[in-house]
């Protein structure tokens, strides 16, 4: 899908939005303000509507009379606030009880969860509901007729719920995080195209120091920090896969291949390599082996895993792949493939090698006809690089 469709659809979804918003928030007023609501006394609604016809007689109003009206239209508002005012103050103190009840909630929660991220979600979930319950009780205080505020926050509800769909799984996603922990600070991840070390998690976005990735144009080719920050929502949690490179293990398992000849001796270049790879990494991969076989056999999985570097074969039409698989940190991928490239690299180039392991390149083979139109028989093999 190109940019600009992409931009349509980024801003006919927020002017949707809006509107639902703009509604939910009128609906709101409508309830708090509503004419009915004022207790103006008779004679005031008299005078209303005696004004109101007086207005509908007169076509063009001079400025003196406008003035009369929008003086009285000031008056009106006030009177109608004076009559709601002890409403006001009631639904005003009862939002006063319920943030003194959430900070004292929240000093208590943190006495007993000693955990960061339990702390803060239980502490949401339950500010949350005292927070509703008290906004319900004010509105109704301010209201008075309970079934009526009920039916309209229904339908405000409603409204903003479609309104605020992504924020609201955003948040739904920072609390699924928050109890099962897919991720925390310091945790390497990738989710969705984010790749990157988690500096920060708040209730609706989540901010990681971006690592490069080898298979996107114009990054480091390297699983290596490339210094920039990426935000991503939280609903990204519910909707796409996240992947935890250091929750439990901070070690992942690496592959180097090596491509040689068809024509080299196999049993030879296996045994060449590994022993090249165990002298390397055989004392470092020993207690991660470990680490991670007991992690597999307390979940009932495979728990044998091998405790040095291990090669296997593969087979391609023009070469025989040697892939050199090893156990290491996380972070440390590209330091260690690094160091075992240049072992590999200068290992084919030792002389006890020679016509025993053969590196890959561009070959022609020459092939030598005889008199007779067969091919001759040449001792030992020519090779002319391309």
């Known amino acids: 899908m190109n940019?600009?469709?992409?931009?349509?659809?980024?801003r006919l979804r927020a002017f949707r939005?809006?509107?639902?918003?703009?509604?939910?928030i009128t609906g709101i007023l409508l309830i708090l303000f509503s004419p009915g609501e004022a207790d103006l006394p008779p004679e005031n609604a008299a005078d209303l509507s005696a004004a109101d016809l007086s207005n509908e007689n007169q076509i063009e109003p001079s400025?003196?009379?406008?003035?009369?009206?929008?003086?009285?239209?000031?008056?009106?508002?006030?009177?109608?606030?004076?009559?709601?005012?002890?409403?006001?103050?009631?639904?005003?103190?009862?939002?006063?009880l319920a943030w003194i009840l959430v900070r004292l909630i929240k000093a208590l929660l943190w006495k007993l969860l000693k955990r960061w991220e339990r702390f803060n979600a239980v502490t949401a979930i339950v500010g949350l509901t005292i927070w509703f319950i008290a906004i319900g009780i004010a509105l109704s205080v301010l209201a008075g007729d309970i079934r009526a505020l009920v039916g309209s926050?229904?339908?405000?509800?409603?409204?903003?719920?479609?309104?605020?769909?992504?924020?609201?799984e955003s948040f739904t996603g920072w609390l699924l995080n928050s109890f099962k922990g897919y991720y925390r600070v310091g945790d390497r991840i990738?989710?969705?195209?984010?790749?990157?070390?988690?500096?920060?998690?708040?209730?609706?976005?989540?901010t990681v120091w971006e690592i490069g990735d080898p298979h996107r144009p114009g990054f480091v080719l390297a699983e290596q920090p490339t210094g920039r920050?990426?935000?991503?929502?939280?609903?990204?949690?519910?909707?796409?896969?996240?992947?935890?490179?250091?929750?439990?293990?901070?070690?992942?398992?690496?592959?180097?291949?090596?491509?040689?000849?068809?024509?080299?001796?196999?049993?030879?270049?296996l045994k060449i390599f590994e022993d090249l790879a165990r002298k390397l990494l055989k004392s470092y991969m020993v207690e991660p082996a470990r680490s991670y076989g007991e992690i597999l056999g307390k979940q009932g999985l495979e728990d044998s895993i091998p405790e040095e570097p291990q090669v296997f074969v593969s087979m391609s039409e023009n070469w025989t792949d040697l892939s050199i698989?090893?156990?290491?940190?996380?972070?440390?991928?590209?330091?260690?493939?690094?160091?075992?490239?240049?072992?590999?690299?200068?290992?084919?180039?030792?002389?006890?090698?020679?016509?025993?392991?053969?590196?890959?390149?561009?070959?022609?083979?020459?092939?030598?006809?005889?008199?007779?139109?067969?091919?001759?028989?040449?001792?030992?093999?020519?090779?002319?690089?391309?």
């Open 325 to 386: 698989r090893y156990l290491v940190g996380a972070r440390e991928r590209r330091k260690w493939k690094s160091t075992l490239s240049a072992r590999v690299n200068e290992e084919l180039r030792n002389p006890e090698h020679i016509d025993r392991i053969i590196p890959v390149y561009h070959r022609r083979q020459l092939q030598l006809i005889g008199p007779d139109g067969k091919p001759a028989r040449v001792p030992g093999r020519t090779q002319d690089p391309a």
């Open 17 to 24: 939005q809006a509107s639902l918003l703009a509604v939910a």
């Open 190 to 206: 990738l989710v969705g195209e984010v790749f990157g070390d988690v500096y920060r998690i708040d209730f609706l976005a989540t």
């Open 3 to 10: 940019l600009p469709v992409q931009g349509a659809r980024f």
């Open 229 to 269: 920050l990426v935000t991503f929502p939280n609903n990204e949690v519910l909707t796409g896969t996240v992947f935890n490179l250091t929750r439990d293990f901070p070690y992942v398992w690496d592959e180097l291949a090596v491509q040689i000849a068809n024509e080299s001796d196999l049993q030879y270049a």
């Open 63 to 96: 400025g003196q009379e406008s003035a009369e009206e929008a003086i009285g239209a000031i008056h009106q508002i006030l009177r109608g606030f004076y009559a709601n005012l002890p409403k006001i103050i009631v639904a005003a103190g009862v939002l006063l």
């Open 153 to 168: 926050l229904g339908l405000v509800g409603l409204a903003l719920s479609w309104a605020l769909q992504t924020p609201i």
